[in-house]
């Protein structure tokens, strides 16, 4: 069994799923993957009481009280969370690489897809490859993949779209002066 929450943010409504006691997706309403349906019974939990009601739900709560702090500017944890993205092993190697990326800080995808290649022994490996796999991230905003852009300094690539990215960069304290948004682009 799936559980969901809905939580709003300062970014617009964001839907929370948590299965056996870990989450699983973070999706901001109306975003390039948003989930559709799921494949698995799925049950809302309205309220908060609800959850206390329903025998281990906490990490909807402590998921919530997550993004509170962080629309707070505090800096919360990403070890807090218990997360289980559900994916193919090379997206997991990506997301495991993006919950390294410092808050305030950016990456580009040719870095990611170098440590990626190094840490499989390879020559080297597609950025674009990297690419995909962010952007398919099921948690956004915990696991920051926001804080991934191109090489040449563009703001691409953010399924939640560039306003978006630009709000979470900003609330981060990255200095948005050396990035630009491309006029074209598969996710502007």
């Known amino acids: 069994m799936l559980y969901t929450m809905y939580y709003d943010s300062p970014l617009g409504r964001f839907l929370l799923a948590e299965k056996d006691q870990a989450l699983v997706g973070l999706w901001m309403e ?32 402590k998921t919530k009280g997550w993004l509170d702090a962080y629309f707070k500017g505090e800096k919360p944890s990403i070890r807090d969370l218990t997360l289980a993205p559900v994916g193919s092993g090379f997206r ?52 920051p993949c926001h804080r991934v852009v191109g090489a040449n300094g563009s703001l691409t690539g953010y399924a939640g779209g560039l ?26």
């Open 92 to 143: 997991k190697e990506v997301w495991k690489l993006l919950c390294e990326i410092p808050y305030g800080e950016v990456v580009t995808y040719k870095e990611i897809a170098e440590k990626l290649a190094r840490s499989r022994g390879l020559a080297g490996m597609s950025a674009q490859a990297v690419g995909g796999a962010v952007s398919h991230n099921p948690i956004s905003v915990i696991i």
């Open 30 to 61: 109306g975003q390039k993957y948003f989930p559709g349906s799921f494949s698995e019974e799925t049950k809302e939990i309205k309220e908060i009481k609800e959850i206390k009601e329903v025998k281990d739900f906490g990490i909807l709560n």
């Open 163 to 188: 306003e978006r990215k630009r709000k979470l960069l900003t609330l981060e304290g990255v200095d948005l002066d050396k990035f630009f948004i491309p006029a074209r682009g598969t996710a502007l």
